[in-house]
């Protein structure tokens, strides 16, 4: 069995397109890479297809801090927060 990181190498999203409004990242995921340099990828959802009938997942590194998270928990809880 591989040793895996505890720290993502990799967050997962798909990038929702919005007609007349930014794009949203919808978090997916995560990838942690192994000691064998290959990746397991956990997913707690799983992305719609666009479209094209594509299903598209976005692997981009962390962020040491994420304010895009606290902004979209304050959208989805009523809040007033514009995304940038």
């Known amino acids: ?20 409004r930014d794009p949203f990242w919808q978090p997916l995921g995560a990838a942690f890479e192994n000691s064998d340099g290959s990746y397991n990828v956990i997913l707690q959802a799983l992305p719609l297809p666009g479209t094209d009938g594509v299903c598209k997942i ?19 809880s ?7």
């Open 58 to 76: 976005v692997l981009r590194p962390p962020k040491e801090e994420q304010p895009e998270n606290r902004s979209q928990d304050r959208e989805r």
């Open 78 to 84: 009523g809040g007033s927060s514009r995304r940038r």
């Open 1 to 20: 069995m591989s040793k895996q990181s505890h720290e993502p190498a990799y967050r997962a999203f798909s990038v929702i397109e919005r007609e007349g």
